[in-house]
């Protein structure tokens, strides 16, 4: 090596080593959170619930689907199944979305 730092292992440090920044708190003992940083996870926050949002009107189209009057159609069975499997994932991604902002 010619005796520089590797940029990426820098790079690297920064974002899961180093860079360890002192916590600020106020005199009433709460930490002080910058306001980009509250607004970017609210951001965030708001982009999984709109995922979620339109996993669920997947789950709420396939379901419909699978809604016939009369005899039931060969592979309803299946549709209901995959319109479960939707729901379940747009659940997922509200409850993985309440976690992450509520840190």
Not at 25 to 52: H, Y
Not at 67 to 92: R, V
Request: glycine residues 10%.
């Amino acid at each position: 090596t010619d005796g520089k730092p590797n940029p990426l292992s820098r790079t690297l440090f920064a974002i899961f080593g180093g860079n360890k920044q002192p916590i600020k708190i106020d005199e009433t003992g709460a930490k002080k959170v910058d306001p980009k940083l509250f607004f970017a996870l609210e951001r965030t926050f708001l982009a999984w619930m709109l995922a979620a949002i339109w996993v669920s009107g997947i789950s709420i189209g396939i379901g419909s689907r699978s809604k016939h009057e009369g005899a039931p159609a060969p592979g309803d069975g299946m549709e209901a199944l995959c319109s479960l499997l939707f729901l379940g994932i747009a659940i997922a991604f509200i409850l993985y979305a309440l976690v992450m902002y509520a840190k």
